[in-house]
């Protein structure tokens, strides 16, 4: 709770530092994204209450740029690759298989918050296609079998991997 | 003429004014550009690309936004921009919901008119991504149907630049673009004030009022039902429209034969209701003034600023007149007051009032607005609603003969009509505060100040020898720039009008819808209004205190402005909103 009252204090000062300039939703997204990790309903409405704006107006913006993500994205950021290469060798088969083992749509995060799940463009590993990262920790030559391994690898084990 | 350009199109010599754009120096040719996303001095965004013409630049450009420079030669009208133009139509039509044989915009609609014009052949030549939205009809106002959408954003710049509300903008982008509430809240869960401006102003059927017609008919069909109607001022000033009649064309004597025709009970008259609010509000404008009570005093009429004021501006809600708004008052005195002359039980009494106004319906739910657990109101239908149960009774309304408003509560005053244009109820008030105050007869009763389009208008009346400042404000972005300018306490008002919609009533959300080119030649605003100050001048009473029914309710009923019963009757409280419901 603490640690939220000190992170709406920043918000607070990102706004005042932004408020009386032109085309000021854009840094107060970005910094709020950066404080928050998300930019949450609560949020949102904190920013348009402080700069002025409606909330009709921060939302369309924040949904408009894929940069910002409105809802707090899980321990685990998996990016599967969606990029020519990957593509053609078969990445959204195992965009399809993470999704079905985790029980979540391409952008959903587990209800658990462990693990989010994201298609992305060409991660320059073409060579190893089709290619997957998580969190920074890059897997390559997939295939669909070879994903409930690896989910398990990360559900068990509390952040030693990666 | 210094200020004058000449310029070029289709091979047409035209002058225009400077800073004109190339569509506006082109109307002036008699060349109608065809648009869908423009909307006058609201929307000129050069969106949706059907207005585009060569002016000789590298690509074609969009004329809404062009400006037009002397010595410009423009081509509006070749092979190439028609088959452009006819493809944007196409592409529109790919992710459209073309459900036009039941669509309530079907042959008002700017999407198909357009598709008609241009010769559009085939509706389904593309296949287009589209996306099953739900509809949004949880408001008692307002339908959202995305699915009919064509993301001109003119309800959006409507919303937020006029009203200064802004409750829809676009969400998401490419494909998936829509106009939605924020965070998937639906219209009702937001500050919507429930104005319906996004209604007139869409092109297409993806707005609408919440059709309450059904109601109506169900009441009327009830034999144990007896149902009263009641027509607002700015309800005649513009119901011909739906049948072909000129814009400004009063038609009061029809809507009484229609409404009698329809098979009402009784047909009273909102405009009865509107000279019994002047005599509360003038009272308790008075009764201010004397006694120190809060000022300046502000009109409450209008349920989309009462909205606005409630969650906007909670800070002045004791500067809301108490009195209900006429239609309300008007529904208190059916269920009491004529149901005892009548000796009808008002629990087998209907009111279903006919309003100009989306917000209206809102307002009929207020539980504050009723008496004895009956609502003071049933049912709120729109005079484009009313319309449609003409069309639909099969009566022939520019054939009918005029009629008249029942008695009891069918006389009104010039004060009164005129309630349905901006500065009218200032107008009406004065009237009477004047003679209240003064005990003098007030000799010329036009207030010629606060009359018109402005957004806000001032002036200062003499009274008795006291110098009074008013003001009146229309569109509620305006109304929060007044109440800004009596914040700052740069000058002292003592009375304050405030409707929601832009020129008033007559301009409501309930209103006929004119197509944005009509818009771009006539005000819909000044037209309409004309009708209403023409029936004031020429109704024998013009001051609402001198209406013969209106002194009869008082001696029979009411006993004086302000009493006991008028105020449990005729008067509400207002409360703080928020802004966000969900």
Not at chain 1, 3 to 27: C, N, S, V, W, Y
Not at chain 2, 80 to 101: D, F, G, P
Request: aromatic share 6%; charged share 25%; net charge negative.
């Amino acid at each position: 709770m603490d640690d939220e009252r000190t992170k709406f204090a920043e918000l607070e000062k990102l706004i005042a530092e932004h408020k009386d300039q032109k085309g000021a939703l854009m840094p107060v997204l970005q910094g709020a994204q950066g404080i928050f990790g998300c930019v949450s309903e609560d949020v949102q409405k904190a920013i348009a209450e402080g700069l002025g704006v409606t909330l009709a107006e921060v939302y369309g913006v924040a949904t408009f740029y894929a940069q910002f993500s409105l809802h707090p994205k899980g321990k685990y950021l998996i990016s599967v690759c969606l990029g020519t290469a990957c593509y053609v060798k078969g990445s959204q088969s195992i965009l399809d298989k993470l999704s079905q083992v985790l029980d979540i749509p391409v952008g959903g995060t587990t209800p658990d918050g462990k693990f989010t799940l994201e298609a992305t463009r060409c991660l320059g590993a073409c060579g190893l296609a089709p290619v997957m990262m998580i969190n920074g920790q890059v897997y390559g030559r997939l295939t669909p079998d070879a994903i409930p391994a690896i989910i398990d690898k990360y559900k068990n084990d509390d952040g030693e991997v990666a | 003429m210094d200020n004058m350009i000449t310029l070029t199109i289709d091979g047409i010599e035209v002058q225009a004014p400077q800073g004109s754009t190339v569509l506006e120096a082109a109307r002036l040719a008699g060349i109608r550009i065809p648009t869908l996303c423009f909307l006058k001095g609201i929307n000129e965004i050069g969106a949706c690309r059907m207005c585009v013409v060569d002016s000789g630049a590298r690509s074609l450009q969009a004329a809404c936004v062009l400006p037009a420079a002397n010595g410009m030669k423009v081509k509006t009208n070749t092979p190439e921009i028609r088959a452009y133009r006819k493809n944007i139509l196409e592409l529109l039509l790919s992710t459209h919901e073309k459900k036009c044989l039941s669509c309530v915009r079907s042959q008002n609609c700017e999407l198909q008119a357009l598709c008609k014009e241009l010769g559009v052949e085939d509706g389904d030549k593309f296949e287009g991504f589209k996306v099953n939205y739900t509809i949004d009809d949880l408001s008692p106002s307002i339908v959202r149907d995305n699915n009919k959408c064509v993301l001109c954003r003119r309800c959006v710049a409507v919303c937020q630049k006029v009203q200064n509300v802004g409750v829809i903008g676009p969400v998401n982008r490419g494909m998936k673009t829509a106009i939605e509430s924020p965070w998937e809240m639906h219209l009702s869960e937001m500050s919507c004030i429930n104005c319906g401006q996004c209604i007139v102003n869409c092109p297409v059927g993806a707005l609408y009022e919440k059709d309450d017609t059904k109601k109506v008919w169900d009441l009327l069909r009830d034999p144990s039902k007896h149902v009263v109607v009641q027509p607002a001022p700015a309800v005649r000033a513009a119901l011909g429209e739906e049948f072909g009649l000129p814009m400004g064309t009063s038609v009061t004597g029809k809507m009484a034969s229609a409404l009698k025709r329809l098979g009402f009970d009784k047909v009273f008259d909102t405009d009865f209701g509107a000279d019994l609010t002047i005599m509360e509000e003038a009272n308790e404008l008075v009764e201010r003034i004397k006694n120190g009570g809060v000022l300046p005093m502000i009109t409450s009429c209008s349920p989309g600023w009462i909205k606005y004021c409630e969650t906007y501006h909670p800070d002045f809600l004791p500067n809301l007149s108490s009195c209900k708004s006429p239609h309300e008052m008007l529904g208190a005195m059916v269920k009491t007051y004529y149901a005892e002359k009548a000796g009808i039980d008002p629990k087998d009494i209907a009111v279903v009032s006919v309003m100009p106004c989306t917000a209206k319906k809102f307002e009929a739910a207020r539980p504050e607005l009723g008496h004895n657990g009956l609502a003071d109101v049933d049912v709120v239908i729109t005079t484009r609603e009313l319309a449609r149960m003409i069309k639909e009774a099969n009566i022939n309304f520019n054939l009918l003969p005029d009629g008249d408003f029942d008695s009891l509560m069918g006389e009104s005053t010039g004060a009164a009509v005129i309630f349905g244009a901006t500065g009218g109820v200032m107008e009406a008030a004065l009237r009477t505060a004047y003679e209240v105050i003064t005990g003098e007869k007030l000799e010329n009763v036009d207030f010629h100040d606060v009359r018109g389009i402005e957004g806000i208008k001032e002036a200062t009346v003499n009274i008795g020898g006291t110098d009074v400042n008013v003001a009146v404000a229309n569109g509620t972005g305006n109304a929060t720039k007044l109440l800004e300018r009596v914040k700052n306490g740069e000058k002292k008002y003592t009375f304050l009008e405030v409707m929601a919609c832009p020129g008033g009533c007559v301009n409501g959300g309930g209103q006929p819808i004119v197509s944005a080119e009509t818009k771009m030649d006539v005000d819909v605003r000044v037209e309409r209004a004309k009708a209403l100050y023409g029936e004031d001048v020429a109704k024998p009473l013009r001051k609402s205190h001198e209406n013969a029914e209106i002194k009869q309710i008082y001696a029979d009923f009411l006993d004086k402005p302000g009493s006991h019963l008028a105020h449990e009757l005729l008067h509400t409280t207002y409360q703080k909103r928020e802004k966000y419901s969900k």
